[in-house]
């Protein structure tokens, strides 16, 4: 029972719809503007950059707070501590992308997942932003940029050799990622998807 509290205040935390509320307040329904999603991306191209680093940091807060807050808790358990972190991660992921205040429409999950990946595993996290803002520069597009992080993160924390629990999660991760970004996926196979800045025509 106590881990399925632990998933059901994880889904709670996750479903809190930071780019909506933010948007909101200035009066914007971002779920109808852009690309209609409520992730940081949309929201720096319809109310702008400030906003954008806003709602990103909420979202990686939302989800980072929580398991660091439960690993320093059971510290003395490291073991317990990481398959509590992993549960709390899978459970803030899953609201994010599927919340229950938005009729389970949500995010892409980007955000989440980094925030909660850097206390959980710290090296394989940072490896990934790099490998992410790498292609980021490269290509100027955050979707393509994005899917490489997911994929990288199997990888890294095998090579970081972290535990079992936190290397299965890291499949559960990018799969996710990659079913959030269907829609990206099919416009950058058709050459529609947009850089980072463009204007939509």
Known sequence: MLYFWIFLVGYFLGSIPSGVIVAKAKGIDILNEGSGNMGATNVRRILGKKYGVFVFFLDFFKSALPIFVAKMYLRSHSNLANSVGALLLLSLLLGNCFSIFLKFRGGKGVATVIGGSIVLMPCATLLGVVLWYSVF??????????????????????????????FRLTFFLTAVIFVRHAANIRRLWNGEEQQFGEKKH
């Open 137 to 166: 520069l490269a290509t100027r597009f955050v979707s393509i940029a994005s899917l490489c992080f997911a994929l990288s993160l199997p990888f890294n924390a095998y090579l970081f050799a972290y535990q079992r629990e936190i």
